[in-house]
């Protein structure tokens, strides 16, 4: 028995540290497009319309989701931060599935380990995820249920001194805050996001003038960085759980779960069952795209492995925030309406697909252990590049959290020292990160000349300084 559990763990580890470098470029890729969206893209304007359960609020709550994080954990502490505010419940959940379906990473990497036509189902199903969602709410919406929980929600954060990071919508902690010349306290929930917000707050360039800058780049490397530390263990749970899936699961498991043959019976119940393995399975995010291959080695139809995709915001451990946020009642019934929706999407791909005939043919491609994954192609050089690019994000934040702080670059915020570029405008000096903000600065003085030069005065400025 030893002598073949250890070949086999091998191999299991082989199949999920291949698949991880496979998508390991596409991964770094998409978090980096995503990163520089949320840092340049306004959401203040965009979460102040969701107020409405309309097709316009609708529509408004899916782009914000699509240009937001793709960590399940992530959509819903943003989720909640934007139902406090008044966020119609269909908008919300409507952001929740765009931030956790429509986004760049999680389709690069679908397509890479699943092919083009998982990837054409993920992105038409994610907007058939939001109309259907949409419909059942507005049929089924218990009467002032959600009213009644925003003013409890909101009553206990106030008591317990809960408040949103200002910069990305987690939660916020008493060890990183500050306090506005208005008087308002701030709370972030780390380092990074405090040095954004001030950065934010004591720079006037535009965003031509950041992407030129050191804080431009320090502000996308932070926001990276924030979207790894909520992402990789997800990441990496579900690659190596998916290697050890398709080693030791035998055949007769996923023929005893999933109905097999053709006909709307088997694809309705693989549709189910897709869902409900995700429900149990604890792999949220980007980590349950591999757990879906396993799926689709094992034979499940394209309607269980699809609907299996889309079911990362209803895993037992999410479903654990919603009960502490919201309570048993509202947990229960986004349980019913998200379970509805995702199981009824994934048979309603494969219905469309199959009379497209562009069901994808599992029997046409390479299994996983026949697969060679470690090889001087394509993956090696983009993951060469994709690594460089991730060791400069990170090594721009940490320049950006350790730089001598008694100054700041008038232009995009960066806190800089007596030793780099300066200089005089109205007998008032101005230090810079680089040559570039200064030749930014003295192109047109009076345009930036208004922030305080000194770190200590833009930080405890706020927004209302602008």
Not at 190 to 208: F, L, N, P
Not at 235 to 258: D, E, M, T
Not at 318 to 327: A, D, M, S, T
């Amino acid at each position: 028995m030893q002598g073949t559990l250890v070949p086999q763990v091998f191999e299991a580890l082989r199949i999920g540290v291949g698949f991880l470098w496979t998508a390991a470029w596409a991964i770094i890729m998409g978090l980096t497009i995503t990163s520089l969206v949320q840092v340049y893209v306004s959401k203040e304007r965009m979460a102040a319309v969701l107020g409405e359960g309309d097709v316009e609020g609708i529509t408004k709550a899916t782009l914000f989701g699509a240009a937001s994080s793709g960590c399940s954990f992530g959509a819903v502490a943003i989720g909640k931060g934007l139902f406090k505010k008044g966020a119609h419940a269909v908008n919300f959940f409507a952001f929740m599935f765009a931030s956790t379906n429509l986004i760049v990473e999680l389709g690069l990497m679908i397509l890479l380990l699943l092919g083009w036509e998982f990837l054409v189902a993920e992105l038409l199903g994610g907007v058939v995820l939001i109309a259907v969602m949409a419909v059942i709410v507005h049929l089924t919406l218990p009467e002032n249920l959600f009213d009644e929980v925003r003013e409890e929600l909101n009553e206990r954060d106030h008591e317990h001194g809960v408040t949103e990071d200002p910069t990305c919508g987690m939660e916020g902690s008493d060890e990183f805050s500050i306090v506005t010349d208005g008087g308002e306290t701030l709370k972030f929930c780390s380092a990074g996001c405090m040095e954004t917000y001030r950065q934010e707050a004591a720079s006037t360039g535009g965003w031509r003038d950041e992407l030129l800058s050191w804080g431009g780049w320090y502000r996308v490397g932070n926001q990276y960085r924030k979207e790894w530390s909520m992402l990789w263990k997800d990441v990496i749970a579900g690659f190596l759980i998916s290697g050890f899936v398709i080693v030791f699961v035998p055949q007769w498991v996923w023929n005893a779960l999933f109905l097999q043959g053709d006909g709307l019976l088997v694809s309705a119940e693989n549709a189910v069952m897709g869902v409900a393995i995700a429900v149990v399975s604890f792999v949220g995010s980007m980590g349950n795209v591999p757990f879906a291959v396993a799926l689709w080695g094992g034979g499940v139809s394209f309607a269980g492995v699809i609907a299996f995709v889309y079911a990362d915001l209803i895993t037992v451990p999410v479903l654990n925030v919603y009960r502490k946020y919201y309570g048993w009642k509202v947990m229960a019934y986004i349980l019913g309406v998200f379970f509805v929706t995702m199981a009824f999407t994934g048979f309603l791909m494969e219905q469309l697909f199959d009379l497209l005939g562009i069901v994808p043919d599992l029997a046409g491609g390479q299994t996983a252990t026949e697969q060679t994954y470690f090889e001087l192609n394509y993956t090696f050089y983009l993951n060469l590049v994709a690594f460089a690019l991730s060791g400069f994000l990170l090594f721009v934040y940490r320049r950006g959290l350790g730089a001598p702080g008694q100054y700041r670059d008038p232009v995009c915020g960066m806190r800089t020292g007596e030793d780099g570029p300066s200089a005089t405008h109205d007998g008032e000096t101005y230090h810079f990160c680089s040559r570039t903000c200064k030749r930014a600065f003295e192109a047109t003085p009076d345009e930036f000349a208004t922030v305080d030069p000194t770190a200590s005065g833009a930080a405890s400025g706020g927004h209302d300084d602008h």
